[in-house]
């Protein structure tokens, strides 16, 4: 059994769908009954001067005023909450010391196709992609960048949710939805919206992706319950490959600790369209031909790359890309990292990963960890100094 988990620090929080529908809908009717009625009222001020008799209300301006009102309600039922970027507790080991997560890679041989696979993350302009981290503390654009979960219990309510796109790949559920959720790109939303939920007391994770909820009704594109301290695979996932989130990410307080213990998951544009190679059990890869690498391929931040230029926090996220090395896990716009979003973070000194792009990696040959197909167990990995001597 894992150790108790704090919960979430951060603040009640508007959710995806019908709070922001509502909102976004009373603000157009609010602004279309402000326009009508200013054209209404001006012709009727032209009618009041030929004929002075001539009453205001009318009607249409009765309506118009109903409509405003309406608008107005909408909006300041569903207006935006004040926001800070909350702070999310430490984690415990996730998962057991024999899976994939825990593979070490600074002692694996490169990949015979690495070279052709590092070529091939470039840009449409032909430049190498450069590494961001993907997790940030303030927010961008309307949305702090990373994936937030969230702690339960035996009290949290378990809520249906209707899978609406991928129910076939998901997992049936109930979730356990938290009050406030936090779901990924708070507090705008609309990119990928992942909802991961933590129970400690089970070592189990819940993943929603595209979470939304319309007028009390849950809804999401697919889902996938995750017995963490089960090495098998879930019958659902919500990542493009079929890998569980959570024990990938990069938290504040590993880094805060000074050492990252696993490997990180992360994401490319440039995934090949075919194929998909261990620990990987899919793909959803855009890109044709075999120039690209397939989903699940093992890249490692190559040793002999200088990190000088890295802040501190950034140094240590880089050391576990040396020493565990990032899974190509899905399909994104970035060469990034996945983690999780924390008002901690020195975005200024993770913005450093960017000193770092494609050809500072190189792709491993893991064979040598493979287990079965259906297993997230790895073998262990032959020490550098084996690996060097051959053994």
């Known amino acids: 059994m894992s150790p108790a988990v704090e ?28 326009v009508v009625g200013l054209v209404l ?66 002692g694996l041989p490169a990949a015979a196709d690495s070279p052709r696979w590092i070529a091939s993350q470039r840009d449409a302009a032909g430049t190498p992609l450069d590494l961001v981290p993907g997790f940030y503390s303030g927010v961008t654009d309307g949305v702090v960048y990373g994936i937030p979960f969230n702690v339960v219990d035996d009290r949290t309510p378990r809520v249906d949710v209707d899978i609406v796109r991928f129910p076939g790949s998901s997992s049936p559920g109930p979730y356990p939805i938290t009050d406030p959720a936090y779901i990924q790109s708070l507090p705008a939303y609309g990119i990928d919206n992942h909802y991961v939920a933590y129970d400690p007391s089970s070592n189990t994770s819940w993943e929603l992706l595209a979470a939304r909820r319309w007028f009390g009704r849950w809804e999401a594109d697919s889902g996938a319950v995750w ?20 024990p990938g990410l990069v938290t504040y307080d590993q880094v805060a600790s000074g050492s990252v213990d696993h490997v990180v998951l992360g994401t490319t544009p440039v995934i090949r369209t075919e194929g998909w190679v261990w620990p990987a059990r899919k793909t959803d890869g855009r890109v044709p031909g075999v120039e690209p690498p397939p989903m699940g391929a ?42 999780t979003p ?3 973070w020195d ?3 993770l913005g450093t990963l960017s000193t770092l792009d ?17 297993t997230m167990e790895a073998r262990s990995p032959a020490s550098p100094a084996d690996a060097a001597a051959g053994g």
């Not at 017995?227 to 959570?246: E, I």
Request: aromatic content about 8%.
């Open 347 to 349: 975005d200024r000194d």
């Open 7 to 34: 919960p979430v620090d951060g603040p009640v929080m508007r959710l995806p769908g019908s709070d922001q529908f509502v909102l976004v809908l009373g603000f157009w009717i609010l602004v279309v009954a402000l």
């Open 41 to 106: 009222a001006g012709l009727r001020w032209r009618r009041r001067r030929r004929d002075p008799s001539a009453g205001w209300v009318t009607p249409g301006l009765v309506g118009v005023v109903v409509f405003a009102a309406l608008g107005l309600a909408m909006v300041v039922a569903n207006r935006p909450i004040p926001f800070r970027t909350p702070t999310f507790p430490p984690l415990p080991a996730l998962v057991p010391a024999s899976s994939f997560f825990n593979s070490t890679v600074d």
């Open 298 to 339: 093992w890249m490692r931040l190559r040793a002999d790359v200088p990190l000088d230029e890295l802040g501190p926090q950034a140094r240590v996220v880089a050391r576990a890309l040396q020493r565990h090395g990032l899974i190509v896990s899905d399909t994104g716009g970035r060469f990034a990292l996945r983690g």
């Open 227 to 246: 017995q963490l301290d089960d090495l098998g695979y879930s019958d659902g996932s919500t990542t493009a490959s079929g890998l569980p989130l959570l």
């Open 358 to 374: 494609a050809t500072d990696f190189e792709f491993v040959d893991a064979s040598s960890l493979f287990v079965a197909e259906d």
């Open 342 to 344: 924390d008002a901690r």
